[in-house]
């Protein structure tokens, strides 16, 4: 009777410190998906700065939050396999190099002798998922060219179904981020054609006005005739 009790409280004591283990250890980790991008071979490109990256504040968060139909967030056992942020910069960035066949595109600082040929201020305000509710992002961005020129302005609400487990929302906010990219990188094709375009005819009016400095004829002044009002008498 004794060693049965002994077997069973030791069962239990075994089965509580798993259980501890478990809640202690998520089951999954998960980090987002770049896609096929591959990495640009040349190493000309337009030159592009994401001079500011900002990052809705809840989604500084270990674990993988899931929305709920009321619009609320929870916790899950599931967890980011590093920070959320960098996964979404090197995202971002391994994409757009990709889609703009650059290796000139950097995230924050520029780096020195860096010139930047058109400046993206971006923020994402919502990447999240749940369940029963599709992935959504949220973002908006500005573009500026070498003169501090806004070249373009834009905000984007995208959406992705998935299956409702875990594994599947993470594919489809990556998917999510991928679109941005491809988006963003399109925007940025449009404001770097705009503004060499502006600046070739800007280049020619000067050109052109140079010239008709140099061919125009010089004025002489006007001669004016003087009138004394004299007279010359003949004899």
């Not at 239990?12 to 089951?27: D, E, I, K, N």
């Not at 489809?172 to 705009?194: D, I, M, P, W």
């Not at 008709?212 to 003949?234: D, F, H, S």
């Amino acid at each position: 009777m004794k060693r049965t009790c002994l077997m069973a409280l030791l069962a239990a004591t075994m089965t509580l410190g798993l259980g501890g283990c478990a809640s202690l250890y998520p089951a999954h980790y998960y980090q987002l998906d770049s896609g096929t991008a591959s990495v640009p071979k040349t190493r000309a490109g337009t030159a592009v700065q994401i001079r500011s990256l900002n990052i809705a504040n809840y989604l500084q968060h270990d674990t993988l939050l899931q929305r709920h139909p009321d619009g609320s967030l929870s916790d899950s056992k599931a967890r980011w396999a590093g920070s959320l942020t960098d996964d979404m910069q090197h995202v971002l960035l391994r994409q757009m190099a990709w889609r703009l066949n650059s290796n000139r595109i950097v995230i924050g600082d520029a780096p020195e002798g860096y010139k930047p040929e058109i400046m993206v201020e971006l923020e994402i305000s919502r990447l999240d998922s749940g369940p029963k509710q599709s992935a959504v992002l949220d973002a908006r961005w500005h573009l500026l060219d070498s003169n501090e020129k806004l070249r373009g302005s834009r905000m984007v609400h995208l959406e992705e179904n998935h299956n409702g487990t875990e594994a599947d929302q993470v594919r489809a906010q990556s998917l999510l981020l991928q679109q941005l990219a491809k988006q963003l990188s399109g925007a940025v094709t449009a404001a770097e054609q705009a503004s060499r375009k502006a600046a070739k005819s800007s280049s020619r009016q000067s050109r052109t006005q140079v010239a008709q400095e140099v061919e125009a004829p010089a004025k002489l002044p006007k001669i004016i005739p003087i009138r004394t009002g004299a007279e010359v008498y003949r004899f």
